[in-house]
């Protein structure tokens, strides 16, 4: 009896799920880590849920929610696009990191305008150019008031780049749902009177989204040729055979025009930099071969 119960249990647990959520079970098992997902479409049931309550670190995804604060308080007056910014040396992340900006300006001490500095941190991923953003709006705690402000609940930045340079432990302090990512994605992509930014500012971040050279095989990796895709990773670096963060989420345009957001994180991971990336492409495309499906 006992055994025809647990049958029963898994049996049920199995037919509750939709396809295209076991479809992405499968594919996440090729991770050989945690993988945690979301996605969501206007006018449409899609479910792609795995784990997407979990709180896997974001590294770099963290700019789109900076660069979002920060023409947030743009909108408001606080600064201007085009302001400049000056670029100190204290800024700088030493002895080398990830960034154009650094690269250009090795001893710093000069201006940069403000619309550059976001442009590099979320379509370059420039470390240092998002900490010199976060440092002049004010610091990780503005970016959780605003975020908060807006319903992202399921989200935690306490550090910049200059932290998570310094402690390899502090990545798993800034973490976002990935019920979360998706809420904020759709936001931005469905401009309203309850969108985040202006029409103006929403282009503006989704044309330097869309333009990021940054994780080509991860969302973009299987997507039929030319789809439009405006999206943020997020990398870690790796010890032991073992890649901490992973990560991809971002908005799928349809070829109907809808935007499918979707949300994809793998957290440590023993499989190699082409399996975790192929994971994610392979996600992204199932998720969207569903999206695209005729129904009924």
């Known amino acids: 009896m006992r055994l025809a119960l647990v049958v029963l249990f898994f049996s049920s647990s199995a037919f509750s799920q939709t396809a295209l959520q076991q479809k992405i079970r499968v594919i996440a098992a090729d991770a050989k880590g945690k993988v945690s997902v979301a996605c969501s479409l206007p006018e449409s049931a899609l479910n792609c849920d795995l784990n997407p309550h979990a709180r896997p670190p974001m590294q770099s995804v963290f700019k789109l929610p900076l660069v979002v604060t920060a023409l947030h308080l743009i909108r408001e007056g606080r600064f201007s696009l085009d302001q400049p910014v000056r670029f100190l040396p204290s800024d700088r992340i030493l002895p080398h990191t990830y ?136 990398t870690s670096g790796s010890a032991n055979g073992m890649a901490y963060a992973t990560n991809d989420m971002g908005l799928i345009t349809l070829p109907d025009g809808r935007l499918l957001a979707i949300a994809i994180f793998v957290t440590d991971s023993a499989a190699d930099d082409a399996a975790r990336e192929a994971v994610i492409a392979r996600i992204a495309r199932v998720a969207y071969d569903e999206a695209v499906a005729p129904r009924d």
């Not at 300006?105 to 590099?120: G, I, M, N, T």
């Not at 310094?166 to 469905?190: C, F, M």
């Open 99 to 234: 960034s154009p900006l650094q690269d250009k300006y090795p001893q710093a001490k000069v201006d940069v305008p403000l619309r550059e500095l976001l442009r590099l941190a979320v379509s370059l991923s420039d470390n240092t150019a998002a900490d010199v953003v976060l440092r002049v709006i004010g610091g990780p705690e503005v970016v959780q008031h605003y975020l908060t402000s807006i319903g992202i609940d399921g989200f935690q930045l306490k550090d910049g780049e200059h932290g998570l340079h310094r402690d390899v432990a502090t990545q798993y302090r800034n973490w976002i749902e990935p019920a979360s990512a998706v809420k904020l994605l759709t936001l931005l992509g469905h401009v309203s009177e309850d969108s985040p930014l202006s029409a103006e500012h929403a282009q503006l971040l989704l044309a330097w989204m869309t333009d990021s050279p940054t994780g080509l095989q991860r969302i973009k990796g299987e997507l039929p040729s030319g789809t439009r895709v405006m999206h943020k990773t997020g």
